[in-house]
């Protein structure tokens, strides 16, 4: 290969991967995504996309959390809703507020292609053809607003249930809900008796208790009510350490006849996002949103861990956002989008439906 045609190849690699695009300043963009994005900015910018773009979202109603907060939940989408959908999940987790970024902001920027104000995903309209996308950025409402010690509407609440509650370090590193259930633990996936995580706690605490009884918090029976209702082929749920995708455990992967593996072994493959083992112990991976979809209902279920790790409890900085995830990230959604319709018609008759 001559050194100009190296040189091209590369440029067109790195140009694949890595989006140093800003969105700022453009008609309808509105994702706060270089400072703080609190619960409410994220309701609000909600309420902005479906007023703007009334013809792809509708709002439904999902569930609400133990304090009463809506956990905010979208389809896009034509009018009618379609048999085969991606749910993207964020938040689950509180502290990690990049996942609900990277959530809100794909939604946001999708929507300016459907409307062809960006190209930045060329097939948009296309995909809609297909496929409906539900979108809840914040699964965890409570959750986020005390890891932003945003005690506005959850005080009341919160001040009933706090002094039961270990706290592990701080508030701004809560992982669990207002509860003190780490909601990604409480799901009912027949694992719920042998769960046992390195940060277990057996009592109420800002994170690692699953629950006196699987499915224990509201949101998670939001969630398992939802999933069961809709049916999504596929569930990308979106946490933030390490750069890896959390694909498959040994119990469910031979349920989806490698389709999981050719899926998530290309998205590796062209986000880098190092492609994890399938999961051994049910007492490390059981209880997640991703493993209940797979193991009740032969639904497809991908945890997605953003930004590289940091080995305390901590995240990046806010300001960090576009170089440590979106950089990086932004055609992940995307690239699920592309795999489910590629895969569809196999993951209907895998679920039975
Ligand atoms: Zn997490």
């Known amino acids: ?192 008796a042998v769960k046992r995580a390195d940060n277990y706690s057996p009592v109420p605490c800002s994170e690692g208790y699953k629950g006196k009884i699987p499915a224990e918090p509201k949101e998670t029976q939001a969630l398992q009510r939802f999933v069961g209702q809709v049916k999504p082929l596929m569930t990308v749920s979106f946490h933030t350490k390490g750069n890896i995708l959390y694909w498959a455990d040994k119990k469910t992967h031979p349920y989806f006849k490698e389709i999981d593996t050719k899926i998530n072994k290309e998205i590796a493959l062209r986000s880098k996002f190092v492609l994890g083992k399938v999961s051994k112990s049910p007492a490390i991976y059981g209880c997640g949103l991703e493993n209940y979809v797979r193991a009740k209902h032969k639904l497809m279920g991908t945890c997605v861990e953003l930004s590289r790790p940091i080995y305390d409890r901590t995240q990046f900085p806010d300001s960090q956002f576009n170089s440590e995830v979106w950089d990086k990230a932004w055609k992940i959604p995307y690239m699920y989008l592309e795999q489910t319709i590629k895969y569809g018609d196999e993951l209907v008759k895998i679920a039975g439906l």
């Open 1 to 192: 290969m001559s050194r100009f045609l190296l040189c091209f190849f590369l440029l067109c690699s790195f140009s694949f991967f890595s989006q140093q695009k800003s969105y700022e300043g453009m008609k309808h963009y509105v994702v706060e995504d270089t400072a703080k994005y609190t619960y409410s900015m994220i309701v609000d910018d909600l309420t902005y996309l479906y007023a703007n773009f009334p013809q792809w979202v509708h709002p439904l109603s999902v569930g609400k959390s133990e304090f009463g907060l809506e956990m905010s939940t979208v389809r896009i989408g034509g009018e009618t809703p379609k048999k085969k959908s991606v749910f993207l999940v964020g938040n689950i987790h509180a502290r990690e507020d990049y996942s609900s970024k990277l959530v809100m902001k794909f939604l946001n920027v999708f929507l300016l292609n459907l409307e062809k104000l960006d190209n930045t995903y060329p097939n948009a309209l296309k995909i809609m053809d297909s496929v409906d996308i539900y979108v809840m950025p914040v699964a965890n409402p409570d959750g986020l607003k005390i890891a932003h010690e945003d005690w506005e509407g959850i005080s009341d609440s919160f001040n009933l249930y706090k002094d039961s509650i270990r706290l592990i370090e701080s508030y701004d590193v809560w992982k669990a809900n207002g509860k003190g259930l780490d909601l990604n633990a409480t799901f009912d996936d027949g694992n719920h």
